[in-house]
């Protein structure tokens, strides 16, 4: 049979996309021809802001590599504009005067951008940004001029300025309404971006009207109703889009906003179909890619003659392409419903604004601010209507990764449809290992790239599980550490056989590992030590007296001296801590010295001595130390642990390469945790507090977590980058859970059997 011609009148995304569905399926039906005005293949117009902003470059952005259209037998005119449908003939005529005939025409001709209808338009150095011949121009001014006006502060506008500040330029954003993203945003989200803008040098002017682009044959600046004048070499144009429909109306296709299509994107001429922004669908003419590619594999199905199942309808979501602003919106934000109920969260210190929408208790809107570690989850929330009492206990459980709470059939990539079942069994068959690997078998995060983290997530949880695999709690057994674990937490067991016969031990006396790590988990979780271990060896008298704040005192050193001159104790020597190790210490003297006060025995993983900074000595922090050592004293942790105050007159500038290192700076205290002295490694700031009297209770409340929930040996560190700082963080901050885990480790301080 004889191929069909297939005309796609131009080359943007929503023809690439259903060309693509069309081939995959090697179907032998037709010829394909492009004709795009565009002289540049087609590429993924959604990036050109992050190639703004020197994140991505253009060649990442195409969206196939020339040899693909070889491959695939499609005729490409790239640069060329279709100028007349002759419907009745069944072809068309481009500008060059090229006739070419079609059984079936698919009219994709996007939108162009709406300029104001203002004074000035046409000066050079006014752009829009829609296509790369755009990007080349501004591009090419910003190495000549230093200032940049954005008209329009939507989500293009407020990407656009971000470009044009990281090249350099002193930028202005010029927003008719009181609020940046007004569409996205509220009040306060809005604010909060411009505080960010600000920050960042971008200048922004709120309920400003432009009237008229000023200068002469180039623009230099642009001038507001009321009266004054932002100077700008450069100006930009973001205040919408207006479908490309004359081509179509003048041919007898009914438009009205958009080329009106049926549910098989069907105009009212035979044989004649649009999709993409120009296409309008039960009255709805749509800007963003996730519902016009969905339009561009239905059409697919129709001219393959499949069957076609009909979307659900779909829940945009979108998150600001810059990196350094977290910017997130789903669903509907409106809360003028009388059934509409807002849940908000709000830090504005930290910058952090979160606010869920529920209209009779059932989750329809989501925004947020700064931290977006639950976007995709509450997308989906969203997605499937979540009852309040869920969302509310789900974001207040511990936090799990967003890729756990997605079903398989669940979509990670919005843009591409791609559901998480199908990542997963590409990783697994095709034995992907990175986030390219992925993107190029699944299509999944080539689109708006905003579910890119989710997508390495699926990588990361298939290598984990591999690794998981193969990686058992000790050599006795092959059962892994998380089950023990949870075994050990969760199921009390009574005593070490139990462990043993679950786990199917295959030894005794267990190795080196578990001999300490089992009764590890019995003190920690049942807050008595278990005595009925494997066979252990007698314990050896290795001691390092409490010295608080590292403070000698002459009565102690007297007894030492003694107990050292009657040999009972062997020796005594000065660890890298600034503490007294006392080695062979026979009983009699572990009971004088006990007498004396709080005795460590090394062998356990206790909090390990807090240090104070010796480059300066500050009694400020000495007594610091001493209180916070007093209050957390012996306290059983997964790990040795240690700790390092600085003060304000500190001079040393040590990194803080301890595990938790807190640093009096100016009117703060900084709490860096992570660090790690063997390689070194320096930590993370984690958080900051104001007032000294928040610091111990903060504390408490991040060791009494770091205590329930951390494996034995993984250090504080390892800890928090396994479960992620940011949710750890989250939890710290409010304040009923600080309050609770606060109590919490003061009640198994007390229990807990002092050595
Ligand atoms: C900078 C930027 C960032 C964006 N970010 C996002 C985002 O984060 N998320 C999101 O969902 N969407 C985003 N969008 C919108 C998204 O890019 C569009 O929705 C999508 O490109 C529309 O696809 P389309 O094929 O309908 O139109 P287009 O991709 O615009 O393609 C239409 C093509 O048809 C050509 N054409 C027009 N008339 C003719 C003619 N007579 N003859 C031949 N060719 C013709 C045009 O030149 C153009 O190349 C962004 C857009 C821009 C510009």
């Not at 693509?20 to 179907?27: A, M």
């Not at 072809?91 to 025409?105: F, G, H, S, V, W």
């Not at 009971?591 to 010796?614: A, F, N, T, V, W």
Request: hydrophobic fraction near 35%; proline fraction near 3%; charged fraction near 25%.
């Amino acid at each position: 049979m004889a191929k069909r011609n297939l005309v796609f009148i131009g080359n943007g995304m929503a023809s690439m996309k259903c060309i693509e569905h069309i081939v995959q399926k090697q179907s032998e039906s037709y010829s394909i021809t492009i004709i795009g005005k565009e002289k540049h293949p087609a590429y993924n117009r959604i990036k050109l802001s992050s190639v703004l902003q020197k994140s991505e470059s253009l060649s990442q952005i195409e969206l196939q590599k020339k040899e693909w259209y070889t491959t695939h037998d499609i005729t490409i005119q790239a640069g060329e504009t279709v100028v007349h449908i002759d419907t009745k003939r069944q072809c068309i005529m481009t500008e060059a005067r090229q006739n070419i005939p079609y059984d079936k025409l698919v009219i994709a001709t996007g939108s162009s951008p709406y300029f104001l209808p203002i004074q000035g338009v046409s000066k050079k150095g006014v752009y829009a940004f829609r296509t790369i011949d755009d990007y080349q121009a501004i591009h090419a001014d910003s190495l000549r001029y230093q200032r940049a006006a954005v008209i329009g502060g939507g989500v293009l506008g407020v990407e656009v300025a971000a470009g044009l500040q990281i090249r350099g330029l002193k930028t202005t954003i010029i927003h008719h309404t009181e609020g940046l993203m007004q569409r996205q945003l509220d009040e306060t989200a809005s604010e909060l971006l411009q505080q960010q803008l600000t920050r960042k040098g971008i200048q922004v002017k709120t309920s400003a009207h432009t009237i008229a682009c000023l200068g002469e044959e180039r623009v230099e600046g642009v001038l507001l109703k009321n009266g004054e004048i932002v100077d700008a070499d450069l100006v930009v144009f973001t205040t919408g889009i207006r479908p490309n429909i004359q081509l179509a109306k003048h041919h007898g296709i009914l438009t009205r906003k958009g080329i009106v299509v049926n549910d098989v994107m069907q105009t009212n001429v035979e044989n004649i179909y649009a999709i993409g922004e120009c296409a309008e669908h039960k009255g709805v003419v749509h800007g963003l890619v996730q519902p016009i590619y969905e339009q561009a594999s239905i059409l697919a199905k129709h001219l393959l003659g499949e069957q076609i199942t009909t979307a659900s309808q779909p829940i945009y979501s979108t998150k600001l392409k810059a990196d350094d602003m977290p910017i997130y919106s789903a669903g509907c934000i409106e809360t003028r419903s009388p059934y509409a109920s807002v849940v908000t969260y709000l830090d504005e210190e930290q910058e952090v604004y979160k606010k869920l929408v529920f209209e009779r208790d059932v989750l329809k809107g989501v925004l947020l601010v700064g931290q977006l570690e639950k976007a995709d989850q509450l997308l989906q929330d969203v997605k499937v209507g979540r009852d309040k009492s869920v969302v509310m206990k789900s974001l207040n459980e511990e936090p799990s990764s967003p890729l756990d709470t997605l079903k398989e059939e669940d979509l990670v990539c919005q843009c591409q449809n791609v559901t998480k079942g199908a990542i997963l069994k590409s990783i697994l068959i095709h034995q992907l290992t990175n986030l390219e690997e992925v993107k190029k078998e699944t299509g999944a995060a080539t689109g708006c790239g905003g579910c890119q983290e989710l997508v390495r997530a699926c990588c990361q949880n298939a290598s984990n599980e591999q690794t998981e695999a193969q990686d058992s709690f000790c050599p006795c057994t092959n059962a892994d550490e998380q089950s023990i674990f949870s075994f050990m937490k969760e199921r009390l067991p009574l005593n070490v056989e139990e462990v043993r016969s679950q786990f199917d031990w295959t030894t005794d006396d267990g190795c080196d590992f578990c001999r300490e790590a089992i009764p590890y988990y019995f003190e920690q979780f049942h807050d008595q030590p278990k005595k009925d271990s494997f066979n252990l060896s007698e314990q050896e008298f290795t001691m390092i007296p409490q010295l608080y704040g590292g403070r000698l005192d002459l009565n102690f050193l007297q007894m030492i001296t003694t107990l050292l001159e009657q040999k009972l104790i062997q020796q005594a020597e000065l660890t890298e801590k600034k503490r007294i190790r006392l080695i062979g210490v026979s009983e009699k003297a572990a009971h004088i010295l006990k007498d004396q006060g709080q005795i460590m025995p090394i062998e356990r993983s206790r909090l390990s001595h807090i240090l104070s900074c010796d480059c300066r000595h500050d009694p400020a922090v000495t007594t610091l130390v001493i209180e916070i050592e007093r209050q957390i004293e012996n306290t059983l942790l997964p790990a040795v642990t240690s700790i390092h105050v600085t003060g304000p007159s500190c001079t040393c500038q040590l990194s803080p390469i301890d595990d938790i290192c807190i640093k009096n700076q100016l009117d703060e205290w900084n709490i860096y945790i992570g660090g790690d002295m063997r390689q070194p490694k320096a930590g993370q700031l984690f958080y900051s507090v104001s007032r000294k009297s928040e610091l111990i209770p903060f504390l408490k409340a991040l060791l009494e977590d770091y205590r329930k929930r951390a494996y034995f040996k993984e250090s504080i560190g390892d800890w928090l980058r396994r479960n992620g700082s940011i949710s750890i963080r989250e939890k710290l901050l409010d304040e009923e859970m600080r309050e609770e885990l606060c109590e919490q480790f003061d009640e198994s301080r007390q229990k807990g059997v002092k050595v």
